[in-house]
C-alpha cells in the first residue's frame, strides 16, 4: 500500500495535457478537479500560459514543488518520461489517464516508476473520484456524493454507468475508481487500501481479470473480515478444460473457480449490473441487518403473493406468524385481513392501519419485513410514506420498500429514501437484494467459524506417495493405472476396494475372482485408456466364473474392435461392494491456471456430467469448509437421510476431502485426481474408481495454492529453564478453545500490558480473529506443553503482522503469568524473528506500554531500540531492523 494514500488524499495535484479545447480529455479532467477540490492544482501544458486563475507550467521541472499527484493526459509516447520525471522530482503516485500505450511503453512506464515507488494508476482508466475530498481526478460526466461505499472497476464505462445510477438513487461513496489495464495498482491493492479505510463500509468490484491470485485472495479476506465485499464478474464460460483426462478436469470451468474463490474470502459475488446495484441499495441502508426471514406487508393480494414466489425461487423462507402476534394484528387490523405471511391489510387500508400493522410486526424481531404498496385513490402514497418513515427508519433497520407504479408513487420513494429506507421498484428486486445480504452473511459465519479436530484424520504415508510417483514418471508415463492410483490414496489415508492385476487372460480373470470370492468387478487395464466405461472396459455384479470368463474374453474383443491400437496390459479384479443405502459421489482435483489446485465434490457415477450435482474449493480444506462444499450440492440432503434411510457418514466424506486438500499440497506433481465413484453410507466411504494424472511440471504443490496452507514445516521444540520441553508451532483455527484456556489463565494486568486494557473475557469473534489467519502476511506461533493426561495446552503466544509491502510486521507477545521467569517470552520472540527474516520482511515494530518494564527489557536484550512514541507519551515505539 506504499503511497497509496498520495494517490488518494493528495495535497496537491498537477494535471499533465490540461486545457480549455472542448471536449478533451485534458480540458474535461481540469474542469473536474478544479471544480472542488480544495488542495493546490497545477495545470502543465507547454501550449499555454493560463487556465482560468491558474498558471500554466511548460514542464515537471518547472513546477514549484513535486506535486503528491499526477494525473496524465498526454499522448501515449510522453508517459514513460513523465514518469521518470515525476519519480525524480518526489511525486508519489500518477494516474495515466492515456490510452494505446504499448507493451514496451507500458513496461518502460513500469521501469521508470519503480526506482522511486511511484504508483501508477491505469494506464487507459477514466481516473477516480475521492467525494468527501472533493478530488474528481477524471473526465467522468458528474462528480459522486459523499457516502460509505467504495466502488472499484476494470470497466470505465460501468464507472460512469454506476456514478450516474447512485446520483438518481441518491447513494455516495467513499472512493470512485477506475482501474485501466491495472498495470500497478490493482484489485489487491485497492482491497488493502479500502478494507483498512475507516470513511469506507462497503467495497463493490466490478472483474474482467485477476493477474495475483494468492495477493488478492489475501487482500479479499484481510478486507471481507472487516466490511462487506460485492464482486460481478465479466466472462461466465462454462467451457471447461477440453483436454483433461479426468472428469473432475472436465468439469472444472474457470468461472466456477472463480466462485469458489470469492466464497472462499467471504465475499459475495452477483451476476448482473442489475444485482450489483441492488446490492449497492441493501449494504448503503441495510447492511446490519441479520434476519434470516421474511414478513410481507402489503395492501393487495396480488403483490403478497408475487413477493412470496420471488422468496420461493430466491429460497427465502417467510416466516410463520405466532398466535400472539396474529391475535395482536386481529386487534389493528379488519375482520378480513390475511391472517397468515403475506400480511395483507386490504387495499382500502387508511395510513394508521399500515402504523399499527408495522408496529405489531417489529416484535417479530427475527425477521425482516418487506413493505409493499400499490397507490389507491383512497389515500395517497406520500401520505402512507410519511406516516411510516419515522418507524420504518429505527434502528436496527427491519424494513425494506417497494412501492409499486411510477407517477403515483415517486414522492413516496422520495420519502423512504431520504429516510434511510432501501427502496426497490418490483418486490422481486427486493427479495433478491435480501436474498444477497442473507448470502453475504453466511459467507462472514463460514469465514468466522471454529472447525474441529478431524476425528478419522489418518497419517499420510508421504515416502510410500513419493514412491510411486517417481516410479511412475521414472517410466515416462503421466497416468497411474488403477491399481497404482487406489495404492496412492491408500497409503494417503482414504479406503479403497482391493485390487488385484492379472494378464489379458480369461482363465487368470476367473482365478482372481475364486480367491477374492463372488460377486466381483472386472475392468480393462491400459495406460493407453483412461476412461474404461467408453471402451466397454467394465463389468460389474459377475457371481461365478462362466460370467466372468464371458465377460472377460467379450471386453477383450470389444476393446480391439473400439481401440485396436491400445496396449492391453491386463484385467483387474476386486470384490463388488454392494451396500443398500450407498450413495455414489465424485471426489476429484484439478489445476485452474489461475487460482491453482481445486477441490470438486458432487454426485458421482457415469452420468456424473449429465447430473452435474457439483461444487468446487480451494485448498487447504479442514473439516468445516470440506462440510460446507459438501452442503453446496443438491446429494447433500440425500446424504442427510430420508424415509429408511439411515444417514451416511458425513465423517468419512470429510476425511477424504481433505486428504485430497493435504495431497495436493504435499505432491506437487499431481496434475488430475479423479475418485469415482467413491460409495458412502451410514457404515462409512470406500473408492471403488480411481483416476490420477501427473505432471513433471509440478502444477500442485502448496506454493501454487491461491491460499497459503499451514505451515508445518515450522514446527519445533525448545527447552525452559527449568527443563521442561515445549512444542513451538504456528496456530491452527482448530485452536480456539485452547487459546481461550490459555487467556483465562493469564493474570488481568499482563492482559492490559498486551491489549492496553483490561477485559475479562474474549469473544468467539475475537478468538477466530486471534487463531484464523493468513499465514501469506501473518503469523501466530504458540508454545505448548503436554500435560499428564496428554492434552496439549497453550503456555504463550506471538504474533507478527506483516502490511501488504511486507515492509514492517507489528508484534505482538503474551505468556502465561504463572510461567514467567523461565525464558519463554525470549524463546518466542527468537522464533518470531527468525521466522520474518526468512519472510523477507525488513522490520519489525511494537508498541508497548512505558510500564511494561519487562517487555522493554526484554526488547532491548534482543537488540530493538526504545523511543517515546511520537503520539503518546504513556508509550514506548519498540523496532528491530531485520535486513
Not at 323 to 352: C, H, K, M, T
Not at 382 to 394: G, V
Amino acid at each position: 500500500m506504499r503511497h497509496l494514500d498520495a494517490l488518494f488524499a493528495p495535497r496537491s495535484v498537477a494535471v499533465f495535457g490540461a486545457s480549455e479545447r472542448p471536449h478533451s480529455v485534458g480540458a474535461t479532467v481540469w474542469r473536474n478537479l478544479a471544480q472542488n477540490f480544495a488542495g493546490q492544482l497545477y495545470p502543465v501544458n507547454p501550449k499555454h500560459r493560463r487556465l482560468g486563475q491558474h498558471a500554466v507550467y511548460a514542464s515537471v521541472a518547472e513546477l514549484p514543488e513535486p506535486p503528491d499527484l499526477a494525473v496524465i493526459c498526454t499522448p501515449a509516447a510522453a508517459v514513460p518520461d513523465l514518469i521518470a520525471a515525476l519519480g525524480a522530482r518526489g511525486t508519489k503516485a500518477a494516474v495515466v489517464v492515456t490510452a494505446g500505450l504499448t507493451a514496451d511503453q507500458k513496461q518502460a512506464m513500469l521501469d521508470a516508476a519503480r526506482p522511486h515507488t511511484l504508483r501508477i494508476l491505469g494506464p487507459n482508466c477514466i481516473g477516480m473520484l475521492v467525494p468527501h475530498l472533493g478530488l474528481n481526478a477524471s473526465f467522468a460526466h458528474a462528480n459522486a456524493r459523499p457516502g460509505p461505499i467504495a466502488f472499484v472497476s476494470q470497466s470505465g464505462a460501468l464507472v460512469t454507468a454506476m456514478l450516474d445510477w447512485a446520483n438518481w438513487r441518491q447513494i455516495g461513496f467513499s472512493h470512485f475508481v477506475s482501474l485501466g489495464e491495472h498495470a500497478d495498482v490493482d484489485f489487491g491493492d485497492m482491497l488493502d487500501f479500502l478494507g483498512s479505510d475507516p470513511r469506507t463500509r462497503a467495497i463493490l468490484l466490478y472483474i474482467e481479470s485477476i493477474e495475483s491470485p494468492r495477493k488478492f485472495m489475501s487482500a479479499a479476506r484481510a478486507a471481507a473480515r472487516n466490511k462487506p465485499v460485492i464482486v460481478v464478474k465479466a466472462g461466465r464460460s462454462a467451457q471447461g478444460q477440453k483436454a483433461a483426462a479426468s472428469h473432475t478436469g472436465a468439469l472444472a470451468g474457470s468461472d466456477e473457480v472463480f466462485d469458489a474463490a470469492i466464497s472462499r474470502a467471504g465475499m459475495l459475488r452477483v451476476f448482473t449490473l442489475q444485482h450489483l446495484f441492488l446490492a449497492a441499495e441493501l449494504l448503503a441502508r441495510f447492511r446490519d441487518n441479520r434476519s434470516e426471514q421474511l414478513i410481507v406487508l402489503t395492501n393487495g393480494g396480488g403483490a403478497g403473493v408475487m413477493a412470496a414466489d420471488a422468496a420461493a425461487h430466491a429460497g427465502v423462507e417467510l416466516a410463520t406468524l405466532s398466535p400472539e402476534l396474529i391475535a395482536e394484528l386481529d386487534q389493528v387490523l379488519p375482520a378480513n385481513w390475511s391472517r397468515a405471511n403475506p400480511v395483507d391489510i386490504i387495499g382500502d387500508a387508511p395510513a394508521q392501519r399500515y402504523v399499527d400493522a408495522l408496529t405489531v410486526l417489529r416484535q417479530a424481531r427475527d425477521a425482516a419485513i418487506l413493505f409493499v404498496q400499490a397507490p389507491t385513490a383512497i389515500v395517497s402514497s406520500t401520505e402512507i410514506a410519511k406516516a411510516l418513515a419515522p418507524l420504518a427508519s429505527e434502528k436496527p433497520p427491519r424494513v425494506l420498500g417497494s412501492w409499486l407504479g411510477h407517477n403515483a408513487v415517486n414522492r413516496a420513494r422520495e420519502i423512504f429514501r431520504d429516510a434511510g429506507i432501501p427502496d426497490y421498484d418490483t418486490p422481486e428486486e427486493a427479495v433478491r437484494a435480501f436474498s444477497f445480504l442473507r448470502q453475504y452473511h453466511r459467507h462472514q459465519i463460514e469465514l468466522m467459524e471454529t472447525p474441529p479436530a478431524l476425528p478419522d484424520a489418518q497419517a499420510m504415508d508421504l515416502p510410500g506417495i513419493r514412491e510411486i510417483v517417481d516410479a511412475v514418471l521414472r517410466d515416462g508415463r503421466e497416468l497411474l493405472t488403477e491399481p497404482e492410483a487406489k495404492e496412492l490414496l491408500k497409503r494417503a489415508g482414504i479406503p479403497v476396494t482391493p485390487t488385484r492385476v492379472v494378464p489379458a487372460e480369461a482363465q487368470a480373470a476367473v482365478s482372481a475372482a475364486a480367491a477374492l470370492g463372488y460377486p466381483v468387478v472386472l475392468k480393462i487395464l491400459s495406460h493407453d485408456i483412461s476412461h474404461k466405461s467408453d471402451v466397454g472396459g467394465v463389468r460389474l455384479n459377475l457371481h461365478n466364473a462362466a460370467e466372468v470368463q464371458q465377460a472377460a474374453e467379450a471386453m477383450l474383443q470389444r476393446v480391439a474392435e473400439v481401440r485396436p491400437g491400445a496396449r492391453l496390459d491386463g484385467f483387474t479384479v476386486q470384490p463388488m461392494i454392494q451396500r443398500r443405502h450407498a450413495h455414489e459421489l465424485i471426489v476429484g482435483a484439478s489445476i485452474d491456471p489461475l487460482f491453482g489446485p481445486v477441490i470438486l465434490f458432487g454426485q458421482g457415477g457415469t452420468a456424473v456430467e449429465i447430473v452435474a450435482d457439483r461444487a468446487l474449493a480451494l485448498p487447504p480444506l479442514n473439516a468445516t469448509l470440506a462440510r460446507s462444499l459438501i452442503g453446496r450440492t443438491r446429494i447433500a440432503k440425500l446424504l442427510e437421510g430420508y424415509r429408511d434411510v439411515p444417514p451416511a457418514r458425513q465423517e468419512a466424506i470429510v476425511s477424504t476431502l481433505v486428504a485430497i486438500s493435504q495431497l495436493l499440497a504435499d505432491v506437487p506433481e499431481i496434475a488430475e485426481l479423479d475418485i469415482n465413484p467413491l460409495i458412502v453410507d451410514h457404515a462409512g466411504a470406500i473408492a471403488l474408481d480411481a483416476r490420477v494424472r501427473l505432471s513433471a511440471a509440478r502444477p500442485a504443490g502448496s506454493d501454487r495454492f491461491a491460499i497459503r496452507p499451514y505451515p508445518q514445516q515450522l514446527t519445533e521444540t525448545q527447552r525452559l529453564k527449568d527443563g521442561r520441553v515445549v512444542t513451538l508451532r504456528p496456530i491452527r483455527p482448530e485452536d480456539e478453545p485452547q487459546h481461550r484456556a490459555f487467556l483465562e489463565r493469564v493474570d488481568p494486568q499482563d492482559i492490559r500490558m498486551r491489549f492496553f486494557y483490561s477485559r475479562r473475557s474474549f469473544e468467539h469473534s475475537e478468538l477466530a480473529r486471534l487463531t484464523q489467519i493468513d499465514y501469506d502476511r501473518e503469523m501466530a506461533f504458540i508454545a505448548t506443553m503436554t500435560e499428564s493426561d496428554g492434552s496439549e495446552v497453550t503456555i504463550g503466544a506471538v504474533r507478527g503482522i506483516c502490511d501488504p509491502d511486507n515492509d514492517a510486521a507489528e508484534f505482538g507477545v503474551l505468556v502465561r503469568s504463572d510461567l514467567k521467569g523461565l525464558g519463554l517470552g525470549w524463546i518466542l520472540m527468537d522464533k518470531l524473528i527468525r521466522y520474518l527474516q526468512d519472510h523477507g520482511t525488513r522490520r519489525i515494530v511494537g508498541t508497548v506500554l512505558r510500564e511494561n518494564h519487562a517487555m522493554l527489557e526484554l526488547a532491548q536484550r534482543l537488540g530493538f531500540s526504545v523511543q517515546t512514541h511520537p503520539q503518546d507519551p504513556d508509550l514506548r515505539h519498540v523496532e528491530l531492523p531485520l535486513r
